[in-house]
């Protein structure tokens, strides 16, 4: 594992920190917007706001949420594969980055496209979506706030295997 100086660590852990609480925002008013349109709002005027927060500020945010968070995970002594909650925390950002690029920020760009056109159950999608990706997103941090589980089982064991080629050698 490549060490890293204290002050690029907390560098790089307080820009997961902005990038993370960026996503979260965008998510939020995504969802906002969402809601405006199923309590009356004009779709004609909010569905292209959502496209363009989707677009130009959800998706990139997300890419780059994913590349600090496995960027930190390499680079400091948590790794990436070492502890279940940072696994679980890759897991759930992967499938969040993969739903956001290839689902969601298409639906949005559709959704801004068509404005009022766009029918009922396409609506629901784009309140439903942010709904469920701020909750990953809650869990996320849980998962970070209070990293349970320990070191997975495989990891724990290279470990106490190098500390014994280290104290035979």
Do not use: C
Request: charged share 15%; hydrophobic share 55%; no cysteine.
């Amino acid at each position: 594992m490549p060490r890293i100086r204290p002050a690029t660590r907390k560098a790089l852990l307080t820009l997961h920190l902005v990038t993370s609480l960026g996503w979260l925002g965008a998510d939020l008013v995504l969802l906002t917007l969402g809601i405006a349109v199923q309590r009356g709002a004009d779709p004609a005027v909010v569905y292209p706001v959502t496209a363009l927060v989707g677009t130009l500020l959800f998706a990139p945010l997300s890419v780059l949420v994913w590349l600090i968070g496995v960027a930190s995970s390499l680079l400091t002594p948590w790794g990436l594969l070492r502890h279940r909650w940072v696994l679980v925390k890759l897991v759930l950002t992967t499938v969040m980055v993969g739903l956001v690029l290839f689902l969601l920020t298409p639906n949005l760009r559709h959704a801004g496209a068509v404005g009022a056109a766009l029918p009922a159950r396409d609506r629901a999608d784009l309140v439903i979506a942010p709904a469920v990706s701020t909750s990953l997103m809650i869990i996320a941090t849980v998962l970070s706030t209070y990293k349970p589980w320990g070191r997975r089982p495989a990891a724990r064991t290279t470990r106490t295997n190098r500390a014994r080629a280290e104290t035979t050698t």
